[in-house]
């Protein structure tokens, strides 16, 4: 997942503020939502998603540094909306 550094730090400290002590002690479910050409929106559940860094970086130039996140997920549950 690619978020912008900004995201990663405000995600870590509603982690902490939660009692956690960082975001890779949380597991969580991620939505994911597509609209293809037609207008069709579907859905997508990322079941137990757990991060396993948080990486820090610059790259010259960038006023908004996107960081790849990576983790782990227990389950995909495809096209939610039609369940």
């Not at 994911?32 to 757990?50: E, K, N, P, Q």
Request: charged share 20%; aromatic share 6%.
């Amino acid at each position: 997942m690619t978020i912008l550094q900004s995201e990663l730090i405000a995600l870590n400290k509603s982690a902490v503020a939660a009692g956690y002590v960082d975001l890779l002690d949380v597991d969580l479910d991620i939505q994911v939502s597509y609209v293809d050409s037609a207008g069709t929106l579907t859905i997508d559940r990322i079941v137990g998603a757990s991060f396993s860094e948080l990486p820090q970086g610059l790259k010259e130039g960038d006023m908004n540094q996107e960081i790849a996140l990576p983790f782990v997920a227990l389950d995909i549950e495809y096209n939610i909306t039609n369940a």
